[in-house]
């Protein structure tokens, strides 16, 4: 109980401390950071590449069993120590014990994963203006690829794009937590939902559709192997930003009377509807038009340009796609880039302007490893694949599941029942203990034993 009341008696003192101010304001940011390029372009292809629905299921119950309990366990932790995510677990673990680690790799994985992230959101960018221009507007996917192409191969163009795009989020970020991020995704959100409705109602019209929606939603199980199920409990991590202490930094933003699970839930649901909505918008189109369904990580470049030239008023709906990804990834980079300019800024006392250039110019570097993975470093490769790949598959499928199981564990095994009940009822406020029993349950055996053995069977390590 010590470790409580100290985490108690620190977030009182620290009344100053920026955080999101309205019910509306958690709900959009949370949401903000779990939406993005995940819901648009990695869901999509991932979903093309596996098969469709079976991969779906897969997928659904993943973000359940996995995905919704750490959820719930990040944002608890954060708001019980209102701090950054390593003092967090400096804070609410018994002394002397390394649980901060989890947050510390969470830093690295916020590196990892905003290096290729902005690249794509630097495509995605680049997309909405070659969009108005006219320049990506034909249906013959040959054209499409090959303008695709020469954007990724030029790496002058890469680096300028993905230079803007961080200095966009930098530029937000320093305006504080809630007039910076709240204020933007409160206005962005809404915008989001209403263009995903549009285009989704759009392809959905498309003659032959059906066939699109039949590949999301009829399984075939047969394409379901041990790789497939990591790569869904993968997406399912980074889909809700979890396991690298993004959800423990926004946790630390909610408001004491904010209903934990209620919210999570809420998000969580909110998400799959996203990812539901750019599958129902994609894959009539794709089919429709008689495209391949399984192009893989370009089919938001190439397919998806081509699918739109192919429609009446595609130019339109076209500008308003990109439009659309691009605020979704604004919202989720905004989350990432959250987690160490919060770490240098309260823990190591730099000012928040400073934590935040600092970062930018270390990534604007770094970055720079993707950007250029399609060009001047394309024949740079580790385990076989490029910076891109490579990151994307380490965060993915092994640091953000790594950090899922050892939140589970210090949570159902170190935090225990009285303290879990204490802090997801609001002190008692809210009558949830049967929820908080489950969720106690499923953090200590279900999770983390379920990570674990997808893990070991995905990497083929047993
Ligand atoms: N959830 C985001 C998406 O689906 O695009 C990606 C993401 C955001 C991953 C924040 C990790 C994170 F910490």
Redesign the pocket.
Known sequence: MKQDSRSSASAGASKARDGFTSSFGVLAATLG???????????PYLTGTNGGAGFLIVYVCATLLVGLPVMISEIMLGRRAKSDAVTALKKLAPAGQPWWLISAF?VL??FL?MAF?SEVAAWVFAYVFKAIGGGILSSNPQVTSSAFGKLIADPVQSLLWQWLVLALIGGILLMGVAKGIEAVTKKLMPILFLLLVVIGVRSLMLPGAMQGVSFLFTPDFSKITAGVVLTAVGLA??????G????MTYGSYFRDDQNIPATTLRVMCA?LFVSMLAGIAIFPAVFAFGFKPEAGPSLLFITIPAVFASMPMGQLFMVAFFILAAI??TG??L??LE?PVSVLSERFGISRPRATVLNLLVLALFGATCALSNSSMADFKLFGMTMFDLFDFV?SNIL?PLGGIFLCLFVGWVWGFERLKAALSNEGRLHNEGLVRVLLLVVRFVSPLLILVVMLKGLKLF
């Not at 950071?33 to 869901?43: C, D, E, P, T, Y």
Request: aromatic content about 14%.
């Open positions: 950071s779990a939406v993005g390029l995940g819901n648009i372009w990695k869901f969470g994985s916020a994963i992230y991590f980074f889909k809700l930003s979890i690298m202490g993004t959800m998400d979704a990834s989720a980079m989350s990432i987690v965060t953000m």
